[in-house]
């Protein structure tokens, strides 16, 4: 349920709601709708896949409608008065349900233990083994969504997203080189902290005063794919991506975490 490539470079790719896997027994228990999977981060992988040499990856194989491994385990919002999904998604992102069969307090119960668990288990192992190397470690957390949610958002979402829950889960210059890099992209439009501040990934494990760095890119995917069934990869829009991305993660792995003189000017 979880897929785990270990590299030896400071830099770590979480990567939480690719995976497709359903279960039988939780597919039987979702509607049309919900085994349409429309919230997938599609194709975030294959995006992703090769841009950094030894960087780690760390990606859960399970669907995020099985319960979303992005999420507090306590089931606590991450925003507050907006309107989000839950640890265990009971609608879709334009607030249709997804289940003919609502899963239960044991359900949720049970899936903590069986998915969510072993997923942050295994990317907390590899943050740990990396960190020891180094004594510190970037971890990138990888998110797609459609450009446009008016259940989610208002009018069209930008191409980059970045999130550092408003500069507390990594050093500025961390965040800095990120908006630079994106900043500097011709024909794309960048905002940090906007709609997607980081979601519990980057909340939890970034920390850091003790060399921990965490960032979430949440992706417009119309940059990349088409964003409507089946949808398909793009690979002249996603080889334009991989121009941007690959640099920037690369001198994110190269970063000196102490580094106070990158400004976004």
Known sequence: MVSVQ???SPLVLAIPHA????????????????RGLSDTDWHIDRLYADLVPGASVVSARFHRYVIDANRDPSGASLYPGQNTT??????DFDGTPLWTTPPTEADTAQRLAQFHAP???ALSAEIARIHALYGFVFIYDCHSIR?????LFDGRLP?????TNNGTTCAPALAALAERHCTAASGYTTITNGRFRGGWTTRHYGRPEAGFH????ELAQATYMHEAPPWAYDPDRATRLRAVLGPML???AALDPTDTTLTTD
Request: glycine residues 8%; aromatic residues 6%.
């Open 6 to 8: 270990s590299g030896d």
């Open 19 to 34: 995976g497709t896997d359903l279960p039988p027994e939780i597919s039987a228990q979702l509607n049309e709708t919900g």
């Open 86 to 91: 839950t640890l265990v998604p009971l609608t």
């Open 119 to 121: 997923y942050h288990a």
């Open 147 to 151: 450009s446009e949610i008016p259940f």
């Open 159 to 163: 191409d980059f997203n970045i999130g």
């Open 214 to 217: 965490a960032i979430q890119m």
């Open 250 to 252: 690369r001198d994110i």
